[in-house]
């Protein structure tokens, strides 16, 4: 029986791709993108229109998700609603829960993990798939251990495969500790898990010096959630602030680029519009939401 080193020795490629069939010639099918458009509820959080107002604007606007924040779920089951009615209103309006937006400090011990392990279960409670987990609370006068955040993070994914809720890894530009998206990945890679995610943001990657190029280096799964705003060309870098974020397409962000990476990445991209610009907390929120909508759909139109 012939070997397959000798075929290849004796053998055109062609005849022995024929022979073999497990050879591919062509290159593999390019992994298609799932694009959906997200209302962070930030945006506009300077109106105080509530939670259910928040989902209603998100509806009427066009969104297919939404993604809230912790303390305002935590507030409205609070004042005596319960989670399956909200997960009800939330249905009725045909929006997904994307993500979750909280602050629990679960790299600083027991009792962060633990209140961590109590916002998983509540966001779940109302069908909420994922929840960011930023460096919160961490100390900023000591060195950041990028090993052992790395671990903490394995065990916080294995409390998310429990509670049905995955822990999304955030950094933040001005951050003294976790600020660069190089340090998220050094992050993930000590986890060493399937499961660990990172949530990158536009002008978070600006104001870290992250740069964008770093998007290229990345799986499709890493990525799921992906904050999109852009920042303005006259304020420098390092004086930026979360409130100088303007809409998509309006600032000095290389848009194209960004999409066309998160393209090529394939799989599931949930573009979150998150703002905190008070300009537009003046301005009517369901006019708001829309015209960030407009502009997400826009750009995403425009890459190849």
């Not at 075929?7 to 062609?14: N, S, V």
């Not at 069908?127 to 990028?146: E, N, Q, T, W, Y």
């Amino acid at each position: 029986m012939i070997s397959r080193r000798k075929l290849f020795k004796t053998a055109g490629l062609a005849t022995a791709a024929a022979v073999l069939p497990d050879i591919t010639l062509s290159n593999p099918k390019k992994k298609e993108t799932d694009f959906r458009f997200c209302l962070n509820t930030s945006t506009i959080s300077g109106q105080k229109p509530g939670l259910l107002k928040y989902i209603d604007i998100a509806a009427e606007a066009g969104y297919s998700g939404v993604e809230l924040w912790v303390r305002d779920v935590k507030q409205h089951l609070e004042s005596g609603n319960s989670a399956q009615s909200l997960q009800k209103y939330i249905a009725e309006r045909g929006l997904l829960v994307e993500n979750a937006i909280g602050f629990a400090p679960w790299l600083t011990g027991e009792q962060g993990f633990g209140q961590m392990k109590s916002e998983m279960e509540m966001m779940g409670s109302i069908g909420c798939k994922r929840i960011a987990a930023p460096a919160s609370g961490v100390p900023h006068d000591k060195p950041f251990d990028l090993t052992e955040a790395g671990h903490k993070y394995k065990e916080l994914i294995e409390l998310g495969r429990q509670t049905g809720v995955m822990p999304i890894l955030e950094f933040w530009g001005a951050s003294k500790t976790l600020f660069h998206i190089g340090q998220a990945m050094m992050i993930a890679a000590f986890a060493n898990d399937p499961d660990a995610k990172i949530l990158a943001d536009v002008y978070h990657m600006f104001r870290g010096n992250s740069g964008y190029d770093t998007l290229k280096m990345l799986n499709g799964n890493v990525i799921e959630v992906f904050h999109i705003n852009d920042f303005v060309a006259f304020i420098p870098r390092e004086e930026q602030k979360d409130g100088d974020r303007v809409y998509p397409g309006d600032g000095a962000a290389p848009m194209k680029q960004i999409l066309t990476d998160l393209k090529n990445m394939g799989g599931i991209k949930v573009l979150s519009l998150e703002l905190f610009n008070e300009t537009y907390w003046k301005q009517d929120p369901l006019l708001v939401a829309r015209a960030g909508l407009e502009k997400m759909k826009k750009l995403v139109s425009q890459i190849a």
